[in-house]
C-alpha cells in the first residue's frame, strides 16, 4: 500500500462532456503527477504540481487542467471529452525538496471510460 | 531528453527459471532509474530504483536490476520466477518527470 488514494475507480463519460477525476496523496508529500496510461501502454506524464503550482507539463492540451490543495488531495479535470481520452488515469505522490525526491508512489488509478 | 526503450513487449518464462526483462535508457545526464511492476487492474509498485549509490540494486521479491553506464542499460533479473510474478513491468527514467517505457509483459508458466 502506497498511501495515494483515488476515485472514483471507474468512469463513464460521453464525449464533450466534462469530469474530475480526485487524488489523496501520502501524508506529507508536497508533489503530486498525473499520468494516463491507454490500453496496452505505459503511462505518460501529463502534468505535476509542487506546493499548489504547476511544475511541468507533458504534451497535453491546455483541456487537461489540474489544482492542488493544502490537505494533499489533487484533481484532474478534462474538458469537452474527447473519444481518445479514455485510459487509466493514475496519480503519483512524491515529496520534492527532501532526500529521496525522486520516487513516485502511485495510487490504483481511475479508468475512464469516453463513449 | 530522456527516454527508456523496453526490448520486448512479451516475456513467457517457466516457473523456477531466470527472469530477465531488458530497458536501455537514453538521458544527457546521470539518470535516476526505476523499475515499476503493475498487476491486472491495478496502479504500479515500485520494484527498485537506482540513483547512483551503487550500480546493483536490489529490490523487492528478490528482483534486482544492474546500472551499466557504458551499455545505457538497466536490465531486471530475478532468479528464480513464482506463477505470482506474471504482471506488466515498466521502466522509467526520472529528471523531474517521468518517462517510462511501454512496457514488457512476463508471462510464468506452470
Known amino acids: 500500500e502506497t498511501g495515494v488514494t483515488q476515485s472514483p475507480t471507474h468512469l463513464i463519460k460521453t464525449r464533450g462532456q466534462q469530469v474530475t477525476l480526485r487524488c489523496s496523496s501520502q501524508?506529507?508529500?508536497?508533489?503530486v503527477s498525473w499520468y494516463q496510461q491507454a490500453l496496452g501502454q505505459g503511462p505518460q506524464f501529463i502534468f505535476q504540481?509542487?506546493?499548489?503550482?504547476?511544475?511541468g507539463r507533458g504534451n497535453f492540451p491546455p483541456r487537461f487542467s489540474g489544482l492542488q490543495f493544502p490537505n494533499y488531495s489533487s484533481e484532474l479535470n478534462v474538458n469537452a471529452l474527447e473519444l481518445d481520452d479514455s485510459a487509466l488515469y493514475l496519480c503519483a505522490s512524491s515529496l520534492l525538496g527532501v532526500g529521496d525526491q525522486e520516487t513516485q508512489y502511485f495510487g490504483p488509478g481511475t479508468r475512464l471510460l469516453v463513449l | 531528453a530522456q527516454s527508456v526503450t523496453q526490448l520486448g513487449s512479451h516475456v513467457s518464462v517457466s516457473e523456477g527459471a531466470l527472469v530477465l526483462l531488458r530497458c536501455n535508457y537514453s538521458s544527457s545526464v546521470p539518470p535516476y532509474l526505476f523499475w515499476y511492476v503493475q498487476y491486472p487492474n491495478q496502479g504500479l509498485q515500485l520494484l527498485l530504483k537506482?540513483?547512483?549509490?551503487?550500480?546493483l540494486v536490489k529490490g523487492i521479491n528478490d528482483f534486482e536490476a544492474e546500472f551499466k553506464k557504458s551499455e545505457t542499460s538497466f536490465h531486471l533479473t530475478k532468479p528464480s520466477a513464482h506463477m505470482s510474478d506474471a504482471a506488466e513491468y515498466f521502466c522509467?527514467?526520472?529528471?523531474?518527470?517521468?518517462?517510462f517505457g511501454a512496457g514488457t509483459r512476463l508471462t510464468v508458466k506452470p
Open positions: 522509467a527514467v526520472s529528471l523531474g518527470d517521468m518517462r
Open positions: 504540481y509542487y506546493r499548489e503550482e504547476e511544475n
Open positions: 501524508s506529507g508529500h508536497n508533489t
Open positions: 537506482y540513483t547512483s549509490a551503487a550500480t
